[in-house]
């Protein structure tokens, strides 16, 4: 049975009602159910670069760069995200043929004196960017975000977060101008755009209450923040059409269409330090159907599968190990697929093991999709411009035949073999909560 497009798939999944409108941990209500209801119906915003969207994969890398690291795991992506804030090795991987991207966050900014202090790893170069030090809250502590008691909100309200870092309210005087100025400064040394992390921002700020800072035209800080990242977008963009902004919400939030290329999903399908996979199928088709009409608009929507701990936290460099249970070789074909067969990108933070046999799908190119969502007795598949990605959801090992196939062999990754196609179809089987990709010459 071939479904007309993901989009269509409202019968094959339950759509919850929308709960009540959001609040922040103080109670108040962020506002943000009813802009993402009006943007369901209005513009989305400009599209993404060709470059991105057409990438299947991407990856992030926030430990130290070295040219060990970038020859024998970052060469070959489209995408990396976590480039160092350095001129240097952005060079480098453009020299290899790697676009790179920085991290940065509009929710927390460094106190640099601080931060030296608490002597933390910093191969991220975060104590010498020239946004952070524009955002330098030894210079401007009026910029911090203050609780209902008086106090400085620290990021995700955790005493023990690394020293130097803060919640920000960024309705406060000086600040947007300051991070623009950051942004454009972070950018001349010439990465091809911005990976904007916590794009959660804690809507409400006392400040002005105990006199600590007023707000710009009375706004709180989630008003003050989406104004901030919309303006970051229009500047990013200004500088060069083909530089992308990518926000990380943890969760695809249509009001930031907009104002970005690309959103993730974090988290997805695997997630944690000590790895928990989820299969549940339903929610998998959720997000492929929420996310169609920015696909079909330009938009990119980047998945993150945690199949471990990653190397590095930038919040807290000591807070993962490497423990628990690895992943399975299923677990990392199945992630892949599902996020392939939604027309989104996907990553695992090199979060698979050394010489994991998930990590063949690094280097796995099927191209841009060819047709819709198809189903053939429970499984899916999607045909791609170079294979075909199938995705078997339930827990039952399962075998279908696959018709109308316009090459001569292709080759099972999972399997690592070549499988001919006869009089242009195939017979296919495939474990259950498992995904597999055949893939052409």
Same mark, same amino acid.
């Given at each position: 049975?071939?479904?007309?497009?993901?989009?269509?798939?409202?019968?094959?999944?339950?759509?919850?009602?929308? @709960?009540?409108?959001?609040?922040?941990?103080?109670?108040?209500?962020?506002?943000?159910?009813?802009?993402?209801?009006?943007?369901?119906?209005?513009?989305?915003?400009?599209?993404?670069?060709?470059?991105?969207?057409?990438?299947?994969?991407?990856? $992030?890398?926030?430990?130290?760069?070295?040219?060990?690291?970038?020859?024998?795991?970052?060469?070959?992506?489209?995408?990396?995200?976590?480039?160092?804030?350095?001129?240097?090795? &952005?060079?480098? *991987?453009? %020299?290899?043929?790697?676009?790179?991207?920085?991290?940065?966050?509009?929710?927390?900014?460094?106190?640099?004196?601080?931060?030296?202090?608490?002597?933390?790893?910093?191969?991220?170069?975060?104590?010498?960017?020239?946004?952070?030090?524009?955002?330098?809250?030894?210079?401007?502590?009026?910029?911090?975000?203050?609780?209902?008691?008086?106090?400085?909100?620290?990021?995700?309200?955790?005493?023990?977060?690394?020293?130097?870092?803060?919640?920000?309210?960024?309705?406060?005087?000086?600040?947007?101008?300051?991070?623009?100025?950051?942004?454009?400064?972070?950018?001349?040394?010439?990465?091809?755009?911005?990976?904007?992390?916590?794009?959660?921002?804690?809507?409400?700020?006392?400040?002005?209450?105990?006199?600590?800072?007023?707000?710009?035209?009375?706004?709180?800080?989630?008003?003050?923040?989406?104004?901030?990242? *919309?303006?970051?977008?229009?500047?990013?963009?200004?500088?060069?059409?083909?530089? &992308?902004?990518?926000?990380?919400?943890?969760?695809?939030?249509?009001?930031?269409?907009?104002?970005?290329?690309?959103?993730?999903?974090?988290?997805?399908?695997?997630?944690?330090?000590?790895?928990?996979?989820?299969?549940?199928?339903?929610? &998998? +088709?959720?997000?492929?159907?929420?996310?169609?009409?920015?696909?079909?608009?330009?938009?990119?929507?980047?998945?993150?599968?945690?199949?471990?701990?990653?190397?590095?936290?930038?919040?807290?460099?000591?807070?993962?190990?490497?423990?628990? %249970?690895?992943?399975?070789?299923?677990?990392?074909?199945?992630?892949?697929?599902?996020?392939?067969?939604?027309?989104?990108?996907?990553?695992?933070?090199?979060?698979?093991? @050394?010489?994991?046999?998930?990590?063949?799908?690094?280097?796995?190119?099927?191209?841009?999709?060819?047709?819709?969502?198809?189903?053939?007795?429970?499984?899916?598949?999607?045909?791609?411009?170079? $294979?075909?990605?199938?995705?078997?959801?339930?827990?039952?090992?399962?075998?279908?035949?696959?018709?109308?196939?316009?090459?001569?062999? +292709?080759?099972?990754?999972?399997?690592?073999?070549?499988?001919?196609?006869?009089?242009?179809?195939?017979?296919?089987?495939?474990?259950? %909560?498992?995904?597999?990709?055949?893939?052409?010459?």
């Amino acid at each position: 049975m071939k479904l007309a497009g993901i989009g269509s798939l409202t019968s094959l999944v339950r759509i919850d009602p929308m @709960p009540g409108a959001p609040q922040d941990e103080d109670g108040f209500e962020t506002s943000e159910r009813k802009s993402s209801n009006q943007q369901e119906v209005t513009h989305l915003g400009s599209p993404a670069p060709d470059w991105l969207t057409s990438a299947d994969v991407y990856n $992030g890398w926030y430990s130290a760069w070295s040219e060990e690291v970038l020859r024998t795991r970052l060469k070959g992506f489209p995408l990396i995200v976590g480039v160092p804030h350095s001129a240097r090795w &952005i060079e480098r *991987a453009h %020299q290899s043929q790697v676009r790179v991207i920085h991290y940065i966050s509009f929710y927390k900014a460094l106190n640099i004196s601080e931060a030296k202090k608490a002597a933390w790893p910093d191969p991220q170069g975060f104590l010498t960017s020239p946004l952070f030090r524009e955002l330098d809250l030894g210079k401007h502590p009026e910029w911090a975000l203050y609780t209902k008691e008086g106090a400085v909100r620290r990021p995700f309200d955790k005493s023990d977060y690394p020293g130097g870092w803060e919640q920000v309210c960024t309705a406060s005087p000086g600040f947007e101008e300051a991070a623009l100025r950051g942004v454009r400064n972070l950018l001349e040394l010439g990465a091809d755009g911005l990976f904007i992390d916590n794009v959660h921002p804690t809507s409400h700020c006392y400040g002005p209450a105990f006199g600590k800072h007023t707000h710009v035209n009375s706004m709180d800080n989630g008003e003050a923040f989406r104004k901030l990242i *919309a303006d970051v977008y229009a500047l990013v963009k200004k500088i060069s059409a083909k530089k &992308i902004v990518a926000l990380n919400p943890g969760h695809v939030n249509p009001i930031y269409w907009p104002s970005c290329d690309a959103m993730m999903y974090e988290s997805y399908v695997c997630s944690g330090a000590t790895y928990t996979c989820s299969h549940s199928w339903d929610p &998998i +088709l959720q997000k492929a159907r929420a996310c169609q009409q920015a696909l079909q608009s330009g938009k990119a929507v980047l998945t993150l599968s945690y199949m471990g701990a990653p190397s590095y936290d930038v919040g807290n460099p000591s807070s993962h190990d490497t423990s628990g %249970q690895p992943p399975s070789k299923e677990d990392a074909f199945y992630c892949y697929a599902c996020s392939r067969i939604s027309g989104f990108l996907w990553a695992d933070w090199f979060t698979l093991p @050394p010489n994991h046999p998930g990590q063949v799908l690094y280097k796995i190119r099927v191209g841009p999709p060819l047709g819709a969502l198809e189903q053939i007795e429970g499984i899916y598949l999607r045909r791609f411009r170079r $294979g075909i990605v199938i995705v078997n959801p339930s827990e039952e090992r399962k075998q279908i035949r696959i018709t109308r196939i316009q090459t001569s062999e +292709l080759r099972d990754i999972f399997a690592g073999e070549i499988v001919d196609v006869n009089g242009g179809s195939l017979s296919v089987e495939i474990a259950g %909560q498992s995904g597999r990709v055949l893939a052409s010459s």
